[in-house]
């Protein structure tokens, strides 16, 4: 049991560079606000993750008072991007 829970605690641990740790935040706090919609198919429907809401992500970085929001939301799109992938797979 101890193995397998050192094993299952190393998978989960990656690190995360400094200039990335604030997107990484933002991304986590916008959890919530993913857009979806239902595509229909066969028997049914399948529902679509189109994207993050642009404009929580704009209210949070100014309730933060954050800076430099040009690169933080270019970092925050390559995070949805990713996610995006994985999400609609």
């Known amino acids: 049991m101890e193995q ?37 198919v066969q028997g049914g429907f399948f529902r679509h993750v189109d994207g993050l809401d642009y404009q929580a992500a704009e209210a949070v970085m100014r309730i933060d008072c954050d800076r430099n929001r040009k690169d933080l939301f270019s970092r925050l799109r390559i995070m949805e991007s990713a996610a995006l992938e994985e999400l609609n797979s």
């Not at 933002?26 to 919530?32: E, I, K, P, S």
Request: glycine share 2%.
């Open 4 to 40: 397998y829970q050192a094993q299952k605690a190393s998978e989960e641990t990656f690190a995360i560079w400094p200039e990335n740790a604030r997107a990484l935040e933002l991304f986590l706090a916008l959890g919530t606000q993913w857009r979806t919609s239902l595509v229909p």
